[in-house]
């Protein structure tokens, strides 16, 4: 089985500063890494996906996360976010073999403020 | 293209009662799958059908069910609704060569009173 811990539930920022949002994982299998993100009263976005090859992942509106497998993490990152970059994110793992269902972690609010 | 297109976006019903939510996914997409969210306890997996054919369940009582018709729509059913079925119900729809490139719905908000 695996598990996904999101570190912080809730992180305030203000708008063009950096953020980071962590993400942990537990899994007896190698995994599938993910983050997506839903806006409000809106259904899930993939941002980006690690598979395999280089551990920098890059994904859409400019954010990137890191795959560390020794720490077993997958942090997100944006060098500078927008008002807009406001919604909950969601880091999940599948297992390499077998089914590919997700799991998710409980999510982080990313609040940017003026 | 069109995406994946659930129905309806909200529902009220009847504490007891039993409820049918719809999902058609992408054009192309045979895999579709099923996750309940909720504030308490998350995103959870449903349950997953390929090909008219459940390929995989999550951990929830039989009161939920599913299934998936020839032209990939699936649609699922709880029975016996209960205060904690109030849930987002988001339905995922995927190519079986990119298994991982899950395309979402936009869910269906379902209150039980």
């Known amino acids: 089985a695996q598990s996904v811990t999101q570190l912080d539930s809730q992180v305030p920022v203000f708008e063009e500063a950096p953020v980071e949002l962590r993400c942990n994982y537990s899994s007896s299998v190698s995994v599938y890494l993910f983050w997506y993100v839903q806006y409000p009263n809106q259904g899930l976005q993939l941002l980006l996906k690690?598979?395999?090859?280089?551990?920098l992942v890059k994904g859409i509106n400019g954010f990137e996360a890191e795959f560390n497998k020794s720490q077993t993490s997958f942090h997100l990152r944006k060098p500078s976010v927008h008002i807009s970059d406001t919604a909950e994110y969601f880091c999940a793992v599948t297992p390499v073999s077998g089914y590919s269902t997700l799991t998710f972690g409980k999510g982080t609010m990313l609040l940017v403020s003026p | 293209k069109a995406g994946v297109t659930q129905t309806p976006r909200y529902l009220i019903k009847t504490r007891g009662q039993q409820v049918t939510l719809s999902c058609s996914p992408i054009?192309?997409?045979?895999?579709v799958s099923w996750y309940q969210q909720t504030p308490g306890q998350g995103l959870q997996f449903l349950f997953e059908?390929?090909?008219?054919?459940?390929?995989n369940k999550g951990n929830f009582p039989g009161r939920f069910s599913g299934r998936q018709f020839s032209n990939s729509r699936s649609e699922m059913n709880v029975s016996t609704l209960e205060l904690g079925d109030s849930a987002l119900y988001l339905c995922a729809s995927s190519l079986e060569q990119d298994r991982y490139g899950y395309t979402f719905g936009s869910g269906t908000r379902l209150t039980v009173v």
């Open positions: 054009s192309g997409h045979r895999s």
């Open positions: 690690y598979l395999s090859g280089s551990t």
């Open positions: 059908y390929f090909s008219e054919t459940q390929r």
